[in-house]
């Protein structure tokens, strides 16, 4: 064999290999950062809010430009929990939040979802949307003729910041 074909050869065995084997990095689950606020109810009831940053599944997440351009799911949820200490409902709102640090952001999608654990509770009404840069979604949940309305909202700043 020549030197040339056992350099290609060498070469071909070193791409392959880094191609198949992941990096400790890449292979790491990053833990979604939480940020709670838990607020009293008049009953001696507590709802308990919650934001957390989960991975984006986009293609436009994985971008040699990262540093400056993300996609980014944002989850705001809000708990009810009765005076007894039992979780009664939740309701989350996810927005898809795309933008480039100092220039410009923009969300693009709104989902949400309502788990029911009390059957004193149902839902009444509830809707989601986007515009902007801002991820909005209202329930209504009803127990016997009390309704009881909650809206969350999740911004995002030009440079990245969530609200």
Do not use: Q
């Not at 084997?21 to 950062?33: E, Y």
């Not at 009953?43 to 957390?52: F, K, L, P, R």
């Amino acid at each position: 064999m020549t030197m040339k074909r056992i350099l290609a050869c060498l070469f071909m065995l070193t791409l392959t290999a880094c191609l198949t084997i992941p990096s400790t990095a890449s292979a790491a689950t990053p833990v979604p950062a939480a940020k709670t606020t838990i607020t009293k109810d008049a009953d001696g009831g507590y709802y308990v809010e919650t934001i957390t940053e989960t991975p984006s599944a986009s293609l436009f997440s994985i971008s040699p430009y990262s540093s400056i351009a993300a996609t980014v799911d944002k989850t705001k949820s809000i708990s009810f929990y009765n005076s007894s200490n039992s979780l009664c409902w939740k309701y989350s709102l996810t927005g898809t939040f795309r933008y480039i640090t100092g220039f410009s952001a923009v969300c693009a999608d709104a989902r949400a979802k309502l788990s029911i654990y009390n059957s004193a509770y149902s839902l009444y009404n509830e809707k989601h949307s986007h515009s902007g840069n801002t991820a909005t979604g209202t329930i209504k949940i009803r127990k016997k003729t009390l309704i009881t309305t909650k809206t969350l909202s999740i911004t995002c700043s030009k440079n990245g910041t969530f609200s």
